[in-house]
């Protein structure tokens, strides 16, 4: 019988560091969104609650390391290393564990590199710890939250994991060597 | 060109989709008549001024937006969720 070995998104290809920054892969145990259904905003919110994870508002991530609510874009929410028990008939629950890579870019000067890569500003002073994002990283789509004062998770499809390490490998290098 | 997205805010054009004028929302009655299917369908204004157009977040929050601008100097008036408008 044929033995699979699971393997992550990014194996084999993080971690790395150039200069400050280092990227590397996180691993959570599940990836789960939520969509609330019409009306039952609040009905989630309180399942949220009662599970200790707030229910993040618009561009807001709740949680701690390893265990994430983060807001996913309209009327939808990723859970990250969160179960979601208590949401059946009040929103649309699917398992989007396969479906995500997730890196982690830390150090002094990750802004530097991101700036490069994004089309929006994620300076400290307007994109803050717990803040989070849709937008793109070059041509991909992506989630990217300020976990740290220096730390950054990006989110990407899963089928581009080799592209985003090689366009951050870009970025870092330029960064680093201008320093 | 700036897009304010009424959920993420000011964005880059980059992330928005552009879908045409925003006729989708104005659908007519299904006894309305050929001639009024007709025009839903195929007809199209092409205007040197204001427009009313759908844009699609799709680099972002996934949402319609229906985007008051003009097509000569390329100013932006007013961003709103499609999902409203058409209420």
């Known amino acids: 019988m044929v033995k699979l070995v699971a393997k992550t998104p990014c194996e084999g290809l993080l971690p790395f560091s150039y200069g400050t920054v280092s990227l590397s892969e996180v691993t959570y145990d599940s990836l789960t969104s939520v969509a609330p259904f019409v009306g039952k905003n609040k009905a989630v919110a309180d399942v949220f609650k009662a599970a200790g994870t707030p229910m993040p508002a618009v561009g807001r991530a709740t949680g701690k390391d390893g265990q994430r609510a983060i807001w996913f874009g309209r009327g939808q929410i990723l859970l990250a290393g969160l179960t979601e028990e208590g949401l059946e008939g009040l929103a649309a629950v699917t398992d989007q564990s396969d479906a995500w890579a997730v890196v982690r870019l830390e150090g002094e000067n990750a802004d530097a590199i991101l700036a490069r890569l994004v089309p929006l500003d994620l300076d400290k002073g307007v994109f803050k710890r717990g803040h989070t994002a849709r937008t793109q990283v070059q041509h991909m789509m992506a989630s990217i939250t300020r976990t740290g004062v220096q730390t950054f998770e990006i989110i990407i499809m899963q089928s581009m994991a080799r592209t985003l390490v090689h366009e951050f490998e870009i970025a870092m290098k330029a960064v680093a060597a201008r320093r | ?87």
């Open chain 2, 1 to 87: 060109m700036r897009i304010t997205c009424p959920i993420c805010g000011e964005r880059d054009r980059r992330e928005f989709y552009y879908q045409g004028a925003a006729v989708a929302l104005d659908r007519p009655a299904p006894d309305a008549g050929p001639q009024a299917w007709d025009d839903y369908v195929h007809l199209r204004d092409n205007p040197a001024g204001r427009t009313r157009d759908l844009w699609f977040h799709e680099m972002g929050c996934g949402a319609w937006i229906v985007v008051e601008r003009d097509t000569v100097i390329h100013e932006v008036y007013s961003t709103e969720l499609a999902e409203k408008a058409a209420r």
